[in-house]
Protein backbone atom coordinates (compact mmCIF):
# COMPACT_ATOMS: atom_id res chain seq x y z
CA UNK A 1 0.00 0.00 0.00
CA UNK A 2 3.01 2.53 0.85
CA UNK A 3 4.29 1.87 -2.31
CA UNK A 4 1.45 2.49 -4.29
CA UNK A 5 1.04 5.59 -2.84
CA UNK A 6 4.45 6.59 -2.88
CA UNK A 7 4.13 6.26 -7.03
CA UNK A 8 0.69 8.00 -7.06
CA UNK A 9 2.64 10.65 -5.37
CA UNK A 10 5.67 10.79 -7.69
CA UNK A 11 3.22 10.78 -10.49
CA UNK A 12 1.46 13.82 -8.80
CA UNK A 13 4.81 15.74 -8.68
CA UNK A 14 5.88 15.00 -12.53
CA UNK A 15 2.28 16.20 -13.73
CA UNK A 16 2.53 19.66 -11.62
CA UNK A 17 6.36 20.22 -12.98
CA UNK A 18 5.31 19.56 -16.61
CA UNK A 19 2.59 21.76 -16.52
CA UNK A 20 4.35 24.35 -14.37
CA UNK A 21 7.14 24.31 -17.00
CA UNK A 22 4.80 24.47 -19.62
CA UNK A 23 3.02 27.82 -18.36
CA UNK A 24 6.50 29.23 -17.03
CA UNK A 25 8.91 28.63 -19.54
CA UNK A 26 9.75 30.87 -22.32
CA UNK A 27 9.78 28.07 -25.06
CA UNK A 28 6.69 26.62 -23.26
CA UNK A 29 3.91 26.11 -25.67
CA UNK A 30 0.77 26.55 -23.48
CA UNK A 31 3.00 30.46 -22.74
CA UNK A 32 4.75 30.89 -25.98
CA UNK A 33 1.42 32.49 -27.67
CA UNK A 34 1.11 35.57 -25.26
CA UNK A 35 4.35 35.82 -23.69
CA UNK A 36 4.58 39.48 -25.10
CA UNK A 37 1.43 40.72 -24.80
CA UNK A 38 -2.02 40.40 -26.62
CA UNK A 39 -1.66 43.80 -28.64
CA UNK A 40 0.19 44.69 -31.83
CA UNK A 41 1.21 48.05 -33.12
CA UNK A 42 0.43 48.90 -36.76
CA UNK A 43 2.28 51.82 -38.08
CA UNK A 44 1.41 53.55 -41.25
CA UNK A 45 1.95 57.01 -43.33
CA UNK A 46 -1.14 59.44 -43.82
CA UNK A 47 1.10 60.96 -46.40
CA UNK A 48 0.61 57.61 -48.37
CA UNK A 49 -2.96 58.08 -48.69
CA UNK A 50 -3.43 55.54 -45.59
CA UNK A 51 -6.13 56.05 -42.29
CA UNK A 52 -6.56 53.61 -39.45
CA UNK A 53 -9.58 52.82 -41.22
CA UNK A 54 -8.10 52.20 -44.36
CA UNK A 55 -4.41 50.41 -44.44
CA UNK A 56 -2.84 48.00 -46.09
CA UNK A 57 -2.97 46.17 -42.65
CA UNK A 58 -6.05 46.28 -42.33
CA UNK A 59 -7.56 45.23 -45.36
CA UNK A 60 -5.17 42.24 -45.37
CA UNK A 61 -4.01 41.27 -41.81
CA UNK A 62 -6.29 42.76 -39.11
CA UNK A 63 -8.39 39.50 -39.65
CA UNK A 64 -5.55 37.45 -39.28
CA UNK A 65 -4.30 39.20 -36.44
CA UNK A 66 -7.58 38.92 -34.36
CA UNK A 67 -7.96 35.37 -35.48
CA UNK A 68 -4.27 34.30 -33.28
CA UNK A 69 -6.60 36.11 -30.46
CA UNK A 70 -4.14 39.56 -31.25
CA UNK A 71 -5.59 43.16 -30.78
CA UNK A 72 -4.15 45.44 -33.55
CA UNK A 73 -3.86 49.15 -32.60
CA UNK A 74 -3.03 52.10 -35.18
CA UNK A 75 -0.69 54.50 -35.50
CA UNK A 76 -0.10 57.36 -37.78
CA UNK A 77 3.37 57.40 -38.57
CA UNK A 78 3.24 61.32 -39.45
CA UNK A 79 1.34 62.26 -35.98
CA UNK A 80 5.09 61.42 -34.24
CA UNK A 81 7.03 58.29 -33.29
CA UNK A 82 5.06 56.38 -30.67
CA UNK A 83 6.29 56.87 -26.68
CA UNK A 84 8.07 53.59 -24.90
CA UNK A 85 4.82 53.77 -22.71
CA UNK A 86 2.87 52.80 -25.83
CA UNK A 87 4.28 49.43 -26.00
CA UNK A 88 2.96 48.10 -22.56
CA UNK A 89 1.02 44.80 -23.42
CA UNK A 90 2.28 44.39 -26.93
CA UNK A 91 3.83 41.62 -28.45
CA UNK A 92 4.26 42.65 -31.78
CA UNK A 93 5.04 46.02 -34.30
CA UNK A 94 4.10 45.89 -37.72
CA UNK A 95 4.55 49.14 -40.15
CA UNK A 96 3.50 49.41 -43.73
CA UNK A 97 4.83 51.72 -45.41
CA UNK A 98 4.95 52.69 -49.41
CA UNK A 99 7.30 55.88 -49.04
CA UNK A 100 11.11 55.45 -47.72
CA UNK A 101 11.99 59.49 -46.61
CA UNK A 102 10.89 61.17 -43.60
CA UNK A 103 11.13 64.76 -43.10
CA UNK A 104 14.38 65.10 -41.62
CA UNK A 105 17.15 62.50 -40.14
CA UNK A 106 16.39 63.55 -36.32
CA UNK A 107 13.05 61.93 -37.04
CA UNK A 108 14.30 59.13 -38.87
CA UNK A 109 17.20 58.37 -35.83
CA UNK A 110 14.51 58.61 -33.28
CA UNK A 111 12.12 55.86 -34.96
CA UNK A 112 15.29 53.87 -35.73
CA UNK A 113 16.01 53.91 -31.88
CA UNK A 114 12.57 53.58 -30.96
CA UNK A 115 12.56 50.08 -33.01
CA UNK A 116 15.42 48.91 -31.80
CA UNK A 117 14.06 49.36 -28.20
CA UNK A 118 11.35 47.35 -28.47
CA UNK A 119 13.25 44.69 -30.13
CA UNK A 120 15.65 44.62 -27.24
CA UNK A 121 12.50 44.31 -24.45
CA UNK A 122 11.43 41.12 -27.09
CA UNK A 123 9.09 42.55 -29.04
CA UNK A 124 8.61 41.35 -32.73
CA UNK A 125 9.71 43.84 -35.41
CA UNK A 126 7.43 43.22 -38.66
CA UNK A 127 8.10 45.36 -41.48
CA UNK A 128 5.94 44.84 -44.37
CA UNK A 129 6.67 47.44 -47.78
CA UNK A 130 9.13 49.79 -47.23
CA UNK A 131 10.64 50.39 -44.45
CA UNK A 132 9.48 53.92 -44.15
CA UNK A 133 12.74 55.76 -43.18
CA UNK A 134 15.73 55.10 -45.34
CA UNK A 135 16.40 58.36 -46.01
CA UNK A 136 15.26 61.73 -44.73
CA UNK A 137 15.09 65.37 -46.10
CA UNK A 138 17.73 67.91 -46.15
CA UNK A 139 16.49 71.19 -47.26
CA UNK A 140 15.76 70.21 -50.92
CA UNK A 141 17.80 67.51 -50.74
CA UNK A 142 17.22 63.52 -49.87
CA UNK A 143 20.09 62.03 -48.18
CA UNK A 144 20.51 58.15 -47.76
CA UNK A 145 23.15 57.60 -45.08
CA UNK A 146 21.56 55.85 -42.58
CA UNK A 147 22.46 52.46 -44.09
CA UNK A 148 24.66 51.48 -40.74
CA UNK A 149 21.99 53.09 -37.76
CA UNK A 150 19.39 50.95 -39.97
CA UNK A 151 21.23 48.00 -39.79
CA UNK A 152 21.57 48.67 -36.24
CA UNK A 153 17.80 47.64 -36.05
CA UNK A 154 17.86 45.05 -39.01
CA UNK A 155 20.71 43.12 -37.00
CA UNK A 156 18.42 42.21 -34.15
CA UNK A 157 16.14 41.17 -36.50
CA UNK A 158 18.90 38.78 -37.81
CA UNK A 159 19.81 40.05 -41.01
CA UNK A 160 22.27 43.33 -43.09
CA UNK A 161 21.12 45.26 -45.34
CA UNK A 162 23.96 45.84 -48.04
CA UNK A 163 21.82 47.68 -50.38
CA UNK A 164 23.55 47.07 -54.18
CA UNK A 165 20.38 48.20 -55.86
CA UNK A 166 18.98 47.82 -59.23
CA UNK A 167 15.65 47.88 -60.81
CA UNK A 168 17.39 45.98 -63.94
CA UNK A 169 15.49 42.92 -64.77
CA UNK A 170 17.93 41.42 -67.00
CA UNK A 171 20.66 41.15 -63.90
CA UNK A 172 17.89 39.32 -61.87
CA UNK A 173 16.27 35.73 -61.32
CA UNK A 174 14.47 34.06 -58.54
CA UNK A 175 17.04 31.27 -56.65
CA UNK A 176 14.37 29.63 -55.01
CA UNK A 177 10.59 30.36 -53.09
CA UNK A 178 8.67 29.08 -50.62
CA UNK A 179 5.30 29.97 -53.09
CA UNK A 180 2.70 28.80 -49.77
CA UNK A 181 4.52 31.51 -48.53
CA UNK A 182 4.95 34.35 -51.31
CA UNK A 183 2.87 33.60 -54.05
CA UNK A 184 -0.88 34.03 -52.75
CA UNK A 185 -2.82 35.63 -55.12
CA UNK A 186 -0.16 35.66 -57.79
CA UNK A 187 3.53 34.50 -59.39
CA UNK A 188 6.22 36.14 -58.64
CA UNK A 189 8.06 37.62 -61.17
CA UNK A 190 11.33 39.66 -61.16
CA UNK A 191 10.20 40.93 -65.03
CA UNK A 192 7.60 42.66 -62.95
CA UNK A 193 8.98 43.31 -59.59
CA UNK A 194 12.09 45.09 -61.08
CA UNK A 195 13.88 45.73 -57.39
CA UNK A 196 16.74 44.55 -55.78
CA UNK A 197 18.50 45.41 -52.81
CA UNK A 198 20.85 42.76 -51.37
CA UNK A 199 19.40 41.58 -47.51
CA UNK A 200 21.97 38.77 -46.16
CA UNK A 201 20.24 36.93 -43.41
CA UNK A 202 23.44 36.65 -40.67
CA UNK A 203 21.76 34.49 -37.98
CA UNK A 204 21.57 30.93 -38.26
CA UNK A 205 17.60 30.76 -37.81
CA UNK A 206 16.33 32.83 -40.02
CA UNK A 207 13.95 31.21 -42.78
CA UNK A 208 14.19 32.88 -46.56
CA UNK A 209 10.99 32.64 -47.86
CA UNK A 210 12.18 34.09 -51.10
CA UNK A 211 15.78 34.18 -52.29
CA UNK A 212 16.32 36.78 -55.76
CA UNK A 213 19.71 36.20 -57.18
CA UNK A 214 21.93 39.48 -58.46
CA UNK A 215 23.29 37.57 -61.67
CA UNK A 216 26.17 40.66 -62.40
CA UNK A 217 29.48 41.21 -61.31
CA UNK A 218 29.93 44.28 -58.61
CA UNK A 219 32.79 44.16 -56.91
CA UNK A 220 32.31 43.35 -53.49
CA UNK A 221 28.43 42.53 -53.58
CA UNK A 222 29.97 38.61 -52.88
CA UNK A 223 27.52 36.06 -54.36
CA UNK A 224 24.39 38.24 -54.73
CA UNK A 225 21.57 36.46 -53.17
CA UNK A 226 19.05 38.61 -51.36
CA UNK A 227 16.54 37.34 -48.87
CA UNK A 228 13.63 39.93 -49.96
CA UNK A 229 11.55 37.69 -47.98
CA UNK A 230 12.26 36.48 -44.61
CA UNK A 231 10.97 35.23 -41.19
CA UNK A 232 12.88 34.97 -37.90
CA UNK A 233 12.59 34.55 -33.82
CA UNK A 234 12.78 38.73 -33.60
CA UNK A 235 10.21 39.26 -36.41
CA UNK A 236 10.14 39.15 -40.56
CA UNK A 237 10.59 41.41 -43.64
CA UNK A 238 9.30 41.46 -46.83
CA UNK A 239 10.24 43.74 -49.54
CA UNK A 240 8.54 45.84 -51.61
CA UNK A 241 6.93 45.00 -54.92
CA UNK A 242 7.70 41.15 -53.64
CA UNK A 243 4.51 41.61 -51.09
CA UNK A 244 1.67 43.35 -53.38
CA UNK A 245 1.00 43.75 -57.02
CA UNK A 246 -1.96 45.27 -59.28
CA UNK A 247 -3.96 45.06 -55.66
CA UNK A 248 -2.74 41.33 -55.23
CA UNK A 249 -1.23 39.76 -52.50
CA UNK A 250 1.78 38.19 -53.15
CA UNK A 251 2.54 37.41 -49.79
CA UNK A 252 0.47 35.20 -47.76
CA UNK A 253 -0.94 37.43 -44.98
CA UNK A 254 -1.61 34.79 -41.88
CA UNK A 255 1.22 31.99 -43.10
CA UNK A 256 4.08 35.40 -42.81
CA UNK A 257 2.67 36.80 -40.00
CA UNK A 258 2.14 33.17 -37.80
CA UNK A 259 5.81 32.69 -38.46
CA UNK A 260 6.98 35.90 -37.70
CA UNK A 261 4.98 36.18 -34.40
CA UNK A 262 5.11 33.01 -33.33
CA UNK A 263 8.50 32.03 -34.32
CA UNK A 264 8.96 29.22 -32.21
Known sequence: M????SKYIIIQVLVACTLLFLFASPTGHANNRFQYGKKVLVLYKAKDGY???NNPVKWHFEKHLLSFGLT?????????????????????????????VVKNKNKAL????????????GIKIIIINSFGAYGYKDGNKTRWDLANTINNLFNKIGFTLNGFWTNNPRKLKILSKNRKMVEHQGIQNTDISRHYQ????????????????????VKNMGSGNSSVILTSPKGGFALESYVLRNNKLLLHPKRFLEDAIFFN
Open 198 to 217: KITPILPDVKSHLIIKRTDY
Open 110 to 121: RYIKFLVNASDR
Open 72 to 100: PGYHDFNDGIPDSSDLRGVRAIISFYNSG
Open 2 to 5: KLIY
Open 51 to 53: SKS
